[in-house]
């Protein structure tokens, strides 16, 4: 496989028999294009639900999303993954594909989707977990001191204003906010591990198209019965997650994170939640106060020690 820039498609890498040489500046430069890309997941899906119902949006972006990565395969005609390939398709499938948009999208039915993004940060720490469990990365200590302490001042950031306010709990899609953050820090480890052979764009069209053939019909199940009523935004919203959240951001997410490791391009995740934030505060109007602006300060920190620990891992 060569190192030619995924953007262009005809000449992306069709996923030769080695796996590329190790690129820490190139890994994160793709990386934070793929984490701008996906900072508009949640803000935009949220624009979405006011209109769409949440079963519907989930299943829908990935049938659109798959019929063009059948397009794309066809065209670009990569190497074809192998049966020992499968399993680990399907799991970036469950994971990224269905797992983490249906689930984080039933969540933000109860949580404004600031409550929801803060859950983000902890992305890194699910993807270090996993990759190392699958993808044979083996940072050191410093690397999960720093990606801990990251993740510890996000999640002071969420609970903060419960506490003060003399309670603590939790709403109703926390739950189901940590188990999308812990399926799709899965599903990125297992398609860094995958993008080594088969290719940082490929991996993900094999996946949408292995989820295709039960995502279209689901789809086509649950669309909107009265479909001239639902506002514009809402369908801009499903264009955005099929085409920039379940393809693109994955091209050069999974590049990023071949190139450059799991453990190291992955904690430029923490940067995600306040991306996201702004994007929020200008699309849905929701404030960004200082508590944000100094813990990102924080996140900031923890990635470039993070960072600077796992490549001398």
């Known amino acids: 496989m060569t190192d030619t820039a ?27 294009i793929g984490v701008v890309i996906f900072s508009g997941s949640l803000p935009v899906t949220k624009i979405g639900l006011n209109g769409l119902d949440a079963s519907f949006l989930s299943l829908a972006r990935a049938a659109l999303a798959g019929v063009v990565a059948l397009g794309l395969l066809a065209l670009a005609r990569p190497r074809r ?4 390939d499968v399993p680990g398709l399907a799991v970036v499938a469950l994971g990224a594909v269905i797992g983490f948009p249906l689930l984080s999208a039933l969540a933000m039915r109860w949580m404004p989707s600031t409550h929801a993004i803060v859950f983000s940060g902890l992305l890194p720490i699910s993807t270090a977990v996993f990759g190392a ?3 044979g990365d083996r940072p050191r200590a410093p690397f999960w001191i720093f990606s801990c302490v990251g993740a510890i001042a996000i999640a002071t950031y969420a609970l903060a204003p419960a506490i003060l306010a003399g309670g ?20 990125y480890a297992e398609g860094a591990r995958l993008s080594r052979h088969l290719g940082g764009w490929p991996v993900i069209c094999w996946a949408l198209v292995l989820s295709l053939p039960l995502m279209a019909p689901l789809a086509w199940a649950t669309f909107p019965a009265d479909w001239r009523a639902v506002p514009l935004p809402a369908w801009g919203a499903l264009a955005y997650v099929t085409v920039f959240s379940m393809l693109l ?3 050069f997410w999974y590049h990023g994170l071949s190139l450059g490791g799991t453990a190291a391009v992955g904690q430029v995740q923490l940067l995600q939640p306040f991306c996201s934030f702004g994007l929020a505060a200008m699309l849905l109007g929701e404030p960004v106060g200082p508590a944000v602006l100094g813990t990102a300060l924080v996140v900031v920190l923890c990635v470039a020690g993070a960072r600077r620990a796992a490549r001398r891992g």
């Open 6 to 32: 995924i953007p262009t498609m005809p000449t992306a890498p069709l996923a030769g028999s080695l796996a590329p040489a190790r690129r820490p500046a190139a890994g994160l430069i793709y990386g934070l």
């Open 133 to 135: 469990l699958r993808g």
């Open 168 to 187: 603590f709990h939790l709403a109703p899609g926390d739950g189901l906010m940590i188990l999308a953050i812990a399926v799709c820090g899965l599903a």
């Open 81 to 84: 993954p192998s049966a020992r």
């Open 249 to 251: 951001g994955f091209f």
